[in-house]
Nanobody, 126 residues
Framework: QVQLVESGGGVVQAGGSLRLSCAASGRPTSTYFMGWFRQAPGKEREFVAFITWRAGITNYRDSVKGRFTISRDNAKNTVYLQMNSLKAEDTAVYCC???????????????????WGQGTAVTVSS
């Protein structure tokens, strides 16, 4: 199956930037959709950003539009999340996910994805 490993998390002051990476291995060619999700303490897991491997079509939750950018490097089987102008409200564990399109649901729903990374923690101090 596909393995996903996130990296790039850390502690940053409000207004700062981080770039998260999600490296895929195994059989990533069987997946077509990549998403970033996050979960803060005491809150539900929420959708952050989405991208397709082939065409690079993207979408974002409203609260990160204009601040976060999702991208991919197909040759490296890696997806990135560039996070700028970070706010304390962005503090969470960020996970990447891969989907084949076989499951019912929408790209912003966690159940849409078959494969998940372990997550990388992002802490934004204010």
């Amino acid at each position: 199956q596909v393995q996903l490993v996130e990296s790039g998390g850390g502690v940053v002051q409000a207004g700062g930037s981080l770039r998260l990476s999600c490296a895929a291995s195994g059989r990533p060619t069987s997946t077509y959709f990549m998403g970033w999700f996050r979960q803060a303490p005491g809150k539900e897991r929420e959708f952050v950003a989405f991208i397709t491997w082939r065409a690079g079509i993207t979408n974002y939750r409203d609260s990160v539009k204009g601040r976060f950018t999702i991208s991919r490097d197909n040759a490296k089987n890696t997806v990135y999340l560039q996070m700028n102008s970070l706010k304390a409200e962005d503090t969470a564990v960020y996970c990447c996910a891969a989907g084949t399109g076989a499951r019912e649901g929408a790209y912003y729903s966690p159940g849409y994805y078959e494969y998940w990374g372990q997550g990388t923690a992002v802490t934004v101090s204010s």
